[in-house]
């Protein structure tokens, strides 16, 4: 599986916009960008994800460098519920559903009140 | 929607004990996972099922650890003569088939201490 890099920690202050890195300079062209983030003492949750182009939901927006080595997983408020282990992963499209997911440390978030 | 519920929240076992993780995942959901997440570190891939069939158990860390899902619904974990390496939270997710980037949804996991 295509590895990913990202800090290992990040601050930020409430209702301000948070931007995480993620760096994945050997994906491949069928790999998807997933973003997935942990509460504490919750299950991970999906959070977004992207191909080539940038994304956005409800929860975040996705930015993917036009060379696809790199992405950005942008909050544009944060809250203090935002705080958790986001994990960059690629997947990829060719096994879909039936593909497990590889985590790596993530990068835990903390929201300053 | 009821999410993926897993069963019991919390598990103490003294070494040597075997143990059994209960998965219900959400209703329709043909694909399943079990992860494995040690303290500090992301959840780590144990196995995957397509409905009954386990096509995946690459990531199972021993023939002590054993999974079945014998209906393509509710899965179940076993661990024989659980070690201290054992003690983990064991995550179960699963997913639908449709689309190609099919999210997983994960239950709250068990903490297994083994003391």
């Known amino acids: 599986d295509a590895k990913t890099t990202q800090p290992n920690s990040m601050e930020s202050n409430e209702e301000e916009p948070v931007h995480l890195p993620c760096n994945h300079s050997?994906?491949?062209?069928?790999?998807?960008i997933h973003w997935y983030r942990q509460l504490p003492s919750q299950g991970p949750e999906y959070v977004i994800h992207?191909?080539?182009s940038n994304v956005n939901n409800r929860m975040a927006s996705l930015a993917i460098a036009e060379d696809r080595k790199s992405s950005t997983l942008i909050l544009h408020r944060a809250t203090l519920r935002d705080a958790a282990v986001y994990y960059c992963?690629?997947?990829?499209?060719?096994?879909?559903?039936?593909?497990?997911?590889?985590f790596g440390k993530g990068i835990t978030l903390s929201v300053r009140p | 929607g009821a999410g993926v519920s897993q069963s019991p929240r919390y598990k103490v076992a003294k070494r040597g004990q075997d143990v059994a993780l209960r998965c219900d995942p959400i209703?329709?959901?043909?694909?399943l996972f079990w992860y494995q997440q040690a303290l500090g570190q992301g959840p780590e891939f144990l196995t995957y099922?397509?409905?009954?069939?386990?096509?995946?158990k690459s990531g199972l860390p021993s023939d002590r650890f054993f999974a079945e899902r014998p209906e393509g619904s509710v899965s179940t974990l076993k661990i024989q003569r659980t070690q201290q390496e054992d003690s983990a939270v064991y995550l179960c997710?699963?997913?639908?088939?449709?689309?190609?980037?099919?999210?997983?949804?994960f239950g709250p996991g068990t903490r297994l201490t083994v003391t």
């Open positions: 992963i690629l997947r990829d499209r060719r096994t879909g559903a039936n593909s497990k997911l590889t």
């Open positions: 992207g191909l080539t």
């Open positions: 209703s329709g959901h043909v694909s």
């Open positions: 099922f397509q409905n009954e069939a386990q096509l995946d």
């Open positions: 050997t994906i491949s062209g069928t790999d998807y």
């Open positions: 997710a699963s997913s639908s088939t449709s689309g190609r980037a099919a999210e997983q949804y």
